[in-house]
């Protein structure tokens, strides 16, 4: 029986280590918190398939966006039950350049299959009761129907009780420290002063990834942006939209509750744990203006993401540390199904999978953004979207 070491815990580490205990591999799951995700607990997690660009990138958010719905039937869980949630998407801008980016993105994704229509906003006390219709200014909505938002701590606990039920060992408090090599190869990692011997060490450490590729001598192109997502207290009419404004977003959560980000109030932050209070009362100032029943905040967290330099994903071997295998997404909740599913296939000996093809950690990151998504969180657009 072969051996893998997954380092890190969250959505992409719970996937792969379900998929590789699946496949029969000795899994030990390495985790340097505890069993409350760390970035994955922290992350506004919507499906963002059309925010996604270039077309190949857009059809591998698709195709996971859809193995989220499989996977749950996979596992048994019936509709509602589960970590994905189905809901509308909402959109509006303010400013026509807002508004004309919309509406060339609803042409794009129609161009590219996947629907979306525009609304009236005298439609949107139907689409997101609880909304205050006040605050959209917008001439028109951009409804996406086939929308969803994720459980993130559900979907990473699911998984990642599931690969324990296969043998999976789970090892939280257990921060790695060292890689072993025998030779130029990685042969395994070390935490808490226990050597982890395997023939696959696969980095799904998110916004730490960097560090531990650097113990085996390597960089990746990452970046870290912080992000602040706050949660409501209990509403008494509970959101049943997904809500995309110019200054904030919010979806529905786990006991009545709306979960926010604001893209504006992001652009504030230092790269810190520590949240600032004047980006709480800023936020919750968006909100409240957007949903009146968000009236206070029950909690915030920063959460800090892995984005890697050009906004597409890092999935695979690394040429300079053959034994270690690198999987990182700033999008980790839509696509870590697919990327699990795939890194499996390359580790179990299925040769290189030519969807990961684009993606290799050692590839040229040098060119201008791609991502739409990325662009989005930037605060730009990227120069083709095609």
């Not at 993130?152 to 599931?162: E, G, K, S, V």
């Amino acid at each position: 029986m072969s051996r893998a070491v997954v380092i890190g815990a969250g959505v992409i580490g719970a996937a792969t280590a379900h998929r590789l205990a699946a496949a029969g591999v000795s899994v030990t799951v390495l985790d340097a918190g505890g069993p409350t995700p760390g970035t994955s607990g922290a992350t506004f997690s919507i499906d963002v398939t059309h925010l996604k660009t270039p077309h190949s990138y857009f059809l591998l958010n698709q195709r996971s966006a859809a193995l989220h719905r499989e996977l749950e039937s996979e596992l048994g869980i019936g509709p509602g039950a589960g970590w994905r949630h189905p809901a509308p998407l909402v959109q509006w801008g303010h400013s026509e350049e807002e508004q004309h980016t919309l509406r060339a993105r609803a042409q794009r994704l129609a161009e590219w299959g996947h629907p979306c229509r525009s609304a009236d906003p005298g439609e949107l006390s139907a689409l997101a009761p609880g909304v205050d219709p006040a605050s959209c200014r917008a001439s028109e909505l951009v409804v996406h129907d086939d929308a969803a938002w994720y459980d993130a701590p559900l979907l990473a606990r699911t998984l990642l009780d599931r690969a324990a039920a296969l043998g999976a060992d789970i090892r939280y408090d257990s921060p790695v420290t060292a890689l072993l090599r025998d030779g130029e190869r990685v042969c395994g990692a070390e935490a808490r002063g226990r050597r982890f011997e395997a023939e696959h060490v696969v980095n799904c450490a998110g916004p730490d990834a960097g560090r531990v590729a650097e113990l085996a001598g390597v960089r990746l192109p990452l970046r870290q942006i912080p992000g602040l997502v706050g949660e409501s207290t209990p509403l008494a009419e509970p959101l049943r939209a997904i809500v995309a404004t110019p200054g904030v977003d919010l979806r529905p959560a786990p006991g009545n509750r709306a979960c926010a980000i604001s893209w504006p109030v992001d652009a504030l932050l230092a790269p810190t744990s520590a949240t600032p209070v004047p980006a709480e009362a800023d936020l919750l100032g968006r909100c409240s203006a957007i949903l009146p029943a968000f009236r206070a905040l029950s909690g915030t967290r920063i959460g800090v993401r892995p984005v890697p330099e050009d906004g597409l994903p890092l999935a695979g071997p690394h040429p300079r540390a053959p034994g270690l295998y690198t999987l990182v997404s700033h999008s980790g909740v839509t696509l870590a199904p697919l990327l699990a599913a795939l890194a499996a296939r390359e580790l179990t000996g299925s040769g290189a999978v030519p969807e990961l093809a684009p993606y290799r950690p050692d590839r040229d990151t040098s060119r201008p953004v791609l991502d739409e998504s990325l662009a989005v969180m930037s605060g730009h657009r990227p120069p083709s979207l095609r």
